[in-house]
């Protein structure tokens, strides 16, 4: 309809096609799903295409292959489509086809070895581990059952047909581009074979500018494809170096460079091995491909990480104009300011020199960011120094650094200060106080974490210090044995995984699934893209396209607001305002504290105020920012859960859950100590954004609505409320969703009562990464205060804590998140005397809301902090104390309800005994790592103890709804939501036993409120036990209903029977779990059904100079009852377990003080990928531990799994420690979540931290808040 958007392949190529496979998770090359392969024909270098991904403007003389292209479940699967599912690598399988055809880039058109009857892909993806940089896939799965030790064998699976080869398209191979001109209605874009159009344009685009476009709002009148020129394209070898035109990839790049380490000899090559080892960590795959090494360059990002490199060995550029060339070398000049370089407006960068090393002269470049794999820099530097002659005298030293200033820089000072000098620890000294002096940042810079990126600049010259002292050993006394693995060069190891689970007990028949590993019912569907999301449902006649209007301030008032220009731009339908709800403006899950559209005041950034309607996605967007909005700005301004405290701004109640007398506990003590800790909060980022179709029914005020969200009948009761309509005119239908995680729980309603409110006609939108992640909120950051009383054997008698919470503008489900908070205070630990209390704090940041956990992880997390603080302050093993502390049988809660049942010691002591506790202990921890000064390797066991139910008693109900067809076939409804966990799978399992009948006979097509009505949130872990229960009790009677029908025909089959059955088919029918609910005021009742124990053991390495971590071993021991489908359930542990790393490792929201989210997509915010899965993970069902309280005997599994990443928190602690120790430094200390480098760096302290001291807070205005 327009070339507007033409940069997005996505969504105008596949959108308009129906091609739904291809999806689009973030639109800015971080997250993969949108992964295709292109191939084109380069007649300059290889014959044969390439595989590139990702979106693309020069697709002219292309072949694009997406994922239906390789294969589809009617027709023949291709072997990875079939091998993901078959191992169980998919869940909620949004990004599925983005693996699948990121797989497909790495291994070509053949399978990777790696992948043949092995798992690939895993099916953690769907739980928050990201899609770019599934390189290889090489995670090879074994799994054990009590019967005997069982892989999955090649056999299992399809052969490689040779017909499924993607064969690259002759008609590709004819080189007849011409020049090409396209003109869009914002944008000319050209393809020319030659280079002096280009210099009459000069513009170039690929990735970097589409996003640009889309997210600066940056429109480029001319726009040319520079990969079609080929002097921009050629390769020389000279007698100085490997000259590269700009264009040539970053893959090509690292192709040529490698093949010239393995020529020649190795002292020439010491810069080309720093490049390959800086490519080696920068993007993925699929921007790698498309990003060209004059991209970087003229990109003049000051966290480049090419740039720095470039400028410490002095490459030369060739520049080129109208008028000439010219060559200039890359120095300190060549960056004159923030994203400048020294090029006229006239000339292009042709060529890039990169010159080989001499004798003498030694190079390294070094990368630190916030994740090891595909993430931006921190800090980024190259280094090299000569040595005159047969000595250690320093000759020549270039430092340059990345992310210390607005373009790259150069040490200039420190270099020339240390030349001249031996290379030595004189020399060391000199430099760190000098580096130190020079590269300074103001406390307010942005980027923050200053402190740490001072500190980085030493830590980075010491590493290349210690390396050069090695390399130069012959010279001078070498390095101590201590400090060598200071210089060691970070590989990842192929990670490898074990699962262990019961077998069904023998004599189960055949046909009865229960209990059996049976693979996720849409798993096929999900790898070939044929599964349907609730944005792949197809176009409507006249359908209309939605776009938010939000407020860019965090509290004030609305004081004008002018759509006359967005309303006369092409494609604009109408605008929707506060004025325009034709029911109730008060909304909210639980009470209506909210406003489906902003009614005079903003309470904080991303607060919606109105809607741009408009014929296309494209010109609703373009339209919505051309909305002027003038404020009238408000105080206070409350960001902070320390702002809220200031304020005093809470919700009301205030809870508290007390046991015992806290006085005469503390009386009792022998020890007594304070501590405090922050954790931070966590985006859901689901693949799948939130997204409603509207489309009224045209009579009667009714309403479809086809939405992603866990709460079909909170949505249902929302919009009726805000159109105006009972309940019974509005239906809200849910196929499956892209993940949920507890942000689809109540924060969809918000944009789906505002769709349906606008929707006069078919109205859509699915919201973009960056909207999705300003508006909806996610889990609430906590801050705890505590006080604890213990004795001299580590027995904790008394506890007091404090927790507030952030829950931003509005109450949402932030008081029973705060109480389930409060029910996991004392995570398994028994403790006397107890208190705790909890504040909700409301701010002006955006509602956060449910996230897997559901408050129990903060709660928990907060725990384990002072048990690892009475350990440390004892000088015991923390282990050991934990142990102690422990619930035993027939013990009560602080809330009393009795723990019967308790399998906690069971899963201790096996997780002790696969983690190899001791041995590690021993000899990684104790021996081996006690003598690395610069790496350290940590170690922990954390239990955890999770109660199963919604904490508001009437939830705990589901209902079922069976049809039996006289074919026999059943089509079976229930209230819960899919949305990855494989609960349509296990209800299936369910039904299908108890009819007795195979499960292929059985069909879920969706949920619905006219089919289950009055359902609850799919949350808490308790679907399975709540829907299950509904299923069963429905096919029960269903089975009774057919009890004559069998009697009289005994040898009649299933189909003879249902067939003859007058009486038949339709029966809705409730769960129900009974006698519920537990009152605060009076500290009684019984809050959970039953409970969910799990043990972790995680060990960890830690690189105490730049602080990131590897993550070694892990081992799981968890309590799932008898598990109804191991598979699915250790998917769920594996996925839970590696969203926790991500909760409490790596994933940071970034606030500024006024409110702004900074982190608004994966380039930002970094979720775990798959380098951060323990490189050996093991997973193991608890045995013999059947569930007498939910569904055939099994248990909770969604939400318990989650916490036990603390381990790995708690190793990192116990790695520190160990630094620590190196500097004198023993006993308590505070370490908040996320432990991130930076704060692993800064708790590391030694001589470089003591160096860059942090600025006094309070003098300045920190760039970030922790909110
Ligand atoms: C997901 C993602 C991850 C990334 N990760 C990293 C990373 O880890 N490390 C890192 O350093 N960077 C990273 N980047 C940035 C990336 O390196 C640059 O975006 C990329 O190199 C730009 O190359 P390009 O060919 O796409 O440039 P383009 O987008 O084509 O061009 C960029 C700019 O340079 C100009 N230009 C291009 N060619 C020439 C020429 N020959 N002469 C004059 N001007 C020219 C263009 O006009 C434009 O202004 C990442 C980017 C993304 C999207
Ligand atoms: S949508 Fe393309 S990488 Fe995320």
Known sequence: RTLDSWLFLFLDLCVPVGLTGTKLGCAEGGCGACTVMLSKYQPTSSPLGEWVSGPLCSLHHCAVTTVEGIGSVAGKLHPVQERMPKSHGSQCGFCTPGIVMSSMLCSGTTLHPAMAGHRGGDSKVNFGVKLVGV???????????????????????????????????????????????????????????????????????????????????????????????????????TDEGIVFGASCSLTLLGDVLKAAVGKLPPYQTEVFNAVLEQLRWFAGLQIRNVAAIGGNIMTA?????????????????????KGGERVVVMDEKFFPGYRKTILTPEEVLLCVLIPYTKKGQYFAAYKQSPRREDDISIVTSGMSVTFAEGSTIVKHLALSYGGMA????????????LLGKQWGEELLQDACSSLAEEMTLHPSAPGGMVTYRRTLTLSLFYKFYLTVQQKLGAYIEGVR????????????????????????????????????????????????????????????????????????????????????????????????????????????????DETVLADATVTCVGHIIGAVVA????????????????????????????????????????????????????????????????????????????VTVAVPKGEDGEMELFVSTQSATKTQSLVAKALGVPASRVVIRVKRMGGGFGGKESRSTTLSTMVAVAAQKPVRCMLDRDEDMLVTGGRHPFYGRYKVGFMKSGKVVALEVTYYSNAGNSMDLSLSIMERALFHMENSYSIATIRGRGYVCKTHLPSNTAFRGFGGP?????????????????????????????????????????????????????????????????????????????????????????????????????????????????????????????????????????????????????TSTNTVPNTSPTAASASSDLNGAAVHNACEILLHRLEPYKTKNPKGCWEDWVSTCQSYTVLFLIGWTPDLGYDFETNTG????????????????????????????????????NSLNPALDIGQVEGGFMQGVGLYTLEELKYSPEGYLFTRGPGMYKIPAFGDIPTDLTVSLLRDAPNDKAIFSSKAIGEPPLFLAASVFFAIKDAIIAARKESGLSGPFRLDSPATPERIRNACEDRFTKLCPPAEPGTFTPWAVVV
């Open 406 to 417: 607005a373009t790259t820089v150069m040490a200039k000072n420190t270099a020339s200060r």
């Open 1086 to 1121: 019984r809050p959970f059904n039953y409970f969910s124990y799990g043990v972790a053991c995680s060990e960890v390495e830690i690189d105490c100079l730049t602080g990131s971590h590897k993550n070694i071993h892990t081992s799981i021991v968890i309590d799932v009852g």
């Open 135 to 237: 390189a290889t896939v090489s995670v090879c799965k074994t799994v054990i059952t009590n019967a005997a030790c069982s892989s999955l064998h090649p056999a299992d699976f399809l052969p490689l047909d040779p017909t499924q080869e993607i064969i690259f398209p002759p008609e590709l191979m004819v080189d007849t581009l011409t020049h090409q001109h396209t003109r869009g209605v914002n944008t000319n874009t050209y393809l020319t074979p030659s280079l002096s159009v280009y210099l009459f344009h000069y513009l170039s685009v690929h990735h970097s500018l589409c996003i640009e476009m889309k997210f600066k709002n940056l429109l480029y009148p001319v726009i040319l494809a520079p990969g079609y020129i080929p002097e921009l394209n050629t390769i020389q070898h």
């Open 301 to 321: 990002s000051p966290i480049s990480d090419l740039n720095p490199v470039f400028m410490a060995s002095g490459c030369k550029l060739t520049l080129m104009s």
């Open 615 to 690: 014929d296309t996605q494209a010109h609703a967007q373009r339209a919505a920012k051309a909305v002027r909005i003038t404020y009238q700005e408000l105080q206070p301004v409350i960001i902070t859960i320390q702002d809220a405290i200031t304020h005093q701004s809470f919700f009301q109640p205030v809870r508290t859950i007390q046991r015992g007398d806290l006085d005469q506990g503390f009386t009792q003590a022998d020890h007594i100590l304070e501590g405090e800790m922050h954790m931070g909060g966590q985006e859901h980022f689901y693949l799948e954004t939130n």
């Open 481 to 592: 044995a201590d400090y060598i693995s200071a210089t060691e060069i970070y590989h990842q190891t192929s990670p490898s995984s074990v699962q262990i689970f019961q077998a069904v007990p023998d004599g189960q028949k055949e046909e009865d699934v229960v209990g059996r590993p049976m693979m996720h019912l849409s798993a096929l569907k999900q790898a070939t893209g044929e599964a349907v999301y609730c944005d792949d449902i197809p176009l409507y006649e006249n359908e209309l396209y939605l776009c938010l209007i939000t407020s860019t301030k965090a509290h004030a008032t609305i004081q004008s607001i002018d759509t006359a220009e967005a309303e006369s731009m092409p494609g604009v339908v109408t605008c929707v305002f506060a004025k325009d709800v034709p029911g109730s403006n008060m909304t909210g899950p639980i009470v209506y």
């Open 858 to 1006: 903060q709660g928990m997390l907060i725990a384990e902090s002072w048990m690892s603080d009475v350990a440390l302050s004892l000088g015991l093993p923390a282990e050991q104390v934990r142990r102690l502390n422990m619930y035993i049988q027939g013990e009560r809660t602080p809330y009393s309800q009795i723990l019967d049942h308790i399998t906690l010691d069971r899963c201790w002591d096996q997780c002790l005994e696969i983690s190899s506790f001791t041995q590690r202990r021993c000899h990684d921890v104790l021996c081996v790592f006690r003598d690395h000064r610069w790496t350290k390797r940590g170690l922990s066991v954390v239990p955890t103890k999770f109660g199963i139910s919604f904490t508001a008693a009437f939830l705990n109900q589901a209902g079922a709804l069976a049809h039996i067809y006289t074919d026999g076939s059943v089509l079976l409804t229930h209230g819960g939501t899919e949305m990855g966990q494989g609960l349509n799978t296990k209800m299936v399992q369910v039904a299908s036993r108890t009819l007795g009948i195979p499960s292929s006979k059985i069909h879920i097509t969706e």
